[in-house]
């Protein structure tokens, strides 16, 4: 079993920023692929990034990109999330996942483990 617990959300004004942590514990592997996902009320779960634990690739949805960074320290098995550039739309719950998934792992099927979520709220 793997344990993921998100830290680092809140409340936010419109082009501000955030930085989320999720940190893994249990019997984690340094082939998983990780990754961030987002979900607002009434909306489906939505793919943010995902990192490759041991060689650090990285990937990002196309909305994404540009705002959002992805990475990770491996000695403290944490992944981060740095989101700059904040706006309301992305007010929702961010949610870490872990799996023994194929690379780029865009998909929640993808993850065998997740995080309780953090929420992230934007003020416009």
């Known amino acids: ?43 489906e779960r939505e793919f943010v990034a995902s990192i490759n634990w041991y060689g650090g690739s990285i990937y990002y949805a196309d909305s994404m ?14 992944m981060y999330l740095q989101m700059n550039s904040l706006k309301p739309e992305d007010t929702a719950a961010y949610f870490c996942a872990a799996g023994e998934s194929r690379w780029p792992a865009r998909s929640p099927n993808d993850y065998d ?9 934007v003020s416009s």
Request: charged share 20%; net charge positive; with cysteine.
């Open 1 to 43: 079993q793997v344990q993921l617990v998100e830290s680092g959300g809140g409340m936010v004004q419109a082009g501000g920023s955030l930085r989320l942590s999720c940190a893994a514990s249990g019997r984690f592997f340094s082939r998983y692929t990780m990754g961030w996902f987002r979900q607002a009320p009434g909306k």
């Open 65 to 78: 990109k540009g705002r959002f960074f992805v990475s990770r320290d491996k000695g403290k098995n944490t």
């Open 113 to 121: 483990y997740w995080g309780q979520g953090t929420q992230v709220t």
